[in-house]
């Protein structure tokens, strides 16, 4: 067992946007962060995650970086950054700085350079390519639709974009740009924050030649994942960076990597191979997908296979590598939305699967908005949406004359990113509190019933379970560092599984459904005694463990003693 403090903390992700604003333009910003500072303190997690707040033309809400070492003037100032550090240090809170070097703003000083000729010193620091017999380089497909490359007529090349064309890719073949880049981590970390949170940081190595992607259906554009994620280099880059910055600081580091494999996760976060510290990981949020399909086309959640992909991880990173816990983040939907009961259950179902997660081994992440079940919202008109991946799906989907706009609208409603981007609801005051101005985007309608302010004073809210289950982490190693083994595979509602360390066991049943499934212990569960850990009912700790029907929603953990 080796310990590590990441390892035993809960991280709280910030999306500053929507999180809280100070002085009324409508946006969250770095002053209103520092005035929530002390609700973060009570809920008791242990690092913020800062979902980025550079300068930015924000094209992709401040993904698209034009200066690395400047904060965006809607967020504040550098000096108001300062002192939201301070003040998280103060607190005891970590702070992790979102890492955004797959790729820049094509307003960033290096992409103006680049592009103003073939021989300009910037240009390889792109990725810049001739047209292929009168159209682009190749035909992958970009992130947000469309084709990878952007025609630029001033030098008569195409640049590489995986996502928005306002976002071209960095050349990490460039030894400068990896220097640029570690000489800018070195500017954060000096200035004293705790870690780097990745931005798809298995993007950065692309297959040499970037040569077309297969496409049987004879499509324009087709997905090029297999030759940009996991390329041929991406280990030694990463090697490289913990070489030249990482190994100098005791941080935490996790990348966002799309399409990697536990074993691939492994190589990624070995201790002893000196990369990262743990990856984010996307399997299980593709399950209400259907397979082969993009994540607009919906199909319900099978419980067996949140169970398997869950698992698979659990069980293939145990011992050799570290994995990151999570339901929410600025790019999912709402999970008390997806996979619980949003209506009737939702404080129940909210709490059943924060349960479910934080007693598996990894490091959790909180969303903002999660500790109080914040939910999915519905707008009625797509002009409500800000989020750019949402209106270029739309737009391409109503382009086509059968289109079903209602079919369209249910998707974005299920899976649509400003789900997670509404604003956080801090009490039942006009915009729920987060803004004394318009909002950017509109607060969800329920923020009458749903808010913080509400939560607090609720012993038996969502928030306080939230608390609890930190809380139980603090003081239970094995929550922390004790294996885990699935029980009832196939059960169709019942997510059950132990944790074990020495000779205690935590036994963790909990109902994925509103259902009233019976619950029987395997036998080769035994134990002398037991109690109960935490709940979201009232469980009768003398109640007979071994067989009895659980209630909707329902999630007990037990720790058993031999």
């Known amino acids: 067992m080796n310990k590590k403090w990441w390892k035993e903390s809960v991280v709280y992700q910030i999306y500053p946007r929507s999180f809280q604003d100070s002085n009324g333009d409508g946006i969250g910003d770095i002053r209103g962060i520092i005035s929530r500072l002390d ?89 810049w390519r001739p047209a292929k017999d009168g159209k682009e380089p190749n035909n992958w497909e970009s992130a947000f639709s469309g084709s990878t490359w952007e025609y630029d007529e001033e030098t008569e090349e195409y640049f590489l974009h995986i996502f928005s064309k306002k976002q071209p890719d960095l050349n990490w073949e460039n030894p400068k740009v990896r220097k640029e880049v570690y000489q800018m981590m070195k500017f954060w970390l000096d200035k004293g924050i705790d870690g780097f949170r990745m931005d798809v940081i298995n993007f950065i190595s692309k297959v040499d030649g970037l040569p077309d992607a297969e496409n049987p259906e004879g499509k324009r554009y087709v997905s090029g994942h297999d030759y940009f994620m996991n390329g041929p280099r991406i280990h030694e880059y990463l090697q490289e960076m913990h070489q030249e910055v990482l190994s100098q600081y005791d941080i935490i580091t996790v990348g966002e990597m799309p399409g990697v494999t ?125 989020d750019i991946e949402t209106l270029n799906m739309y737009n391409e989907k109503t382009a086509d004359a059968e289109a079903e706009p209602e079919k369209i609208m249910h998707s974005i409603y299920t899976k649509g990113r400003d789900n997670a981007r509404t604003p956080v609801q801090w009490d039942n005051s006009e915009h729920a509190g987060f803004t004394t101005g318009t909002p950017w985007i509109a607060v969800n309608p329920n923020y009458t019933n749903i808010n913080a302010q509400q939560a607090l004073h609720d012993q038996d809210s969502v928030f306080h379970f939230y608390r609890k289950l930190i809380q139980l982490r603090k003081e239970n190693d094995i929550i922390v560092y004790g294996t885990y083994d699935l029980l009832l595979r196939d059960h169709e509602q019942i997510f059950a599984y132990t944790r074990t360390l020495g000779n205690e066991t935590l036994l963790v049943i909990t109902n994925f459904s509103s259902e009233t499934p019976v619950f029987k212990l395997p036998e080769q569960i035994a134990y002398r005694s037991k109690e109960i850990l935490i709940s979201n009912y009232n469980a009768d700790p003398e109640e007979n463990m071994e067989y009895f029907t659980m209630k909707p929603w329902e999630a007990r953990v037990y720790r058993l003693f031999s």
């Not at 094209?59 to 939201?84: K, L, P, Q, R, V």
């Not at 970590?94 to 094509?106: A, E, F, G, I, P």
């Not at 698992?311 to 790019?331: A, F, R």
């Open 39 to 127: 609700y973060l303190k009570e809920l008791g997690i242990d690092v913020v995650w800062l979902s980025p707040v550079y300068e930015s033309p924000n094209d992709d809400n401040g993904y698209d970086i034009s200066n690395y070492e400047a904060i965006m003037d809607e967020f504040g100032t550098m000096e108001d950054w300062e002192e939201m550090l301070q003040e998280m240090h103060n607190r005891g809170i970590k702070l992790m700085m979102d890492l955004v070097v797959n790729h820049t703003s094509d307003e960033h000083a290096w992409f103006v350079e680049s592009r103003k000729s073939k021989d300009n010193p910037y240009r390889d620091y792109y990725v």
């Open 262 to 386: 536990p074993d691939q996760g492994i190589l990624y976060t070995d201790e002893d191979r000196k990369e990262l510290n743990m990856v984010f990981q996307f399997e299980h949020m593709d399950l209400d997908t259907q397979p082969g399909l993009n994540k607009w086309h919906l199909k319900p959640l099978y419980l067996p296979d949140l169970k398997d992909t869950m698992t698979k991880w659990q069980k293939g990173m145990e011992g050799k590598g570290w994995n990151s816990l999570y339901w929410n983040n600025h790019d999912q939907p709402r999970i008390v939305s997806r996979f619980g009961d949003d209506g009737e259950y939702r404080v129940r179902s909210a709490k059943m699967l924060a349960a479910c997660l934080h007693m598996m081994q990894g490091t959790p992440y909180i969303y903002q908005g999660e500790e109080i079940g914040m939910t999915n919202v519905r707008f009625k008109d797509i002009s409500d949406y800000k």
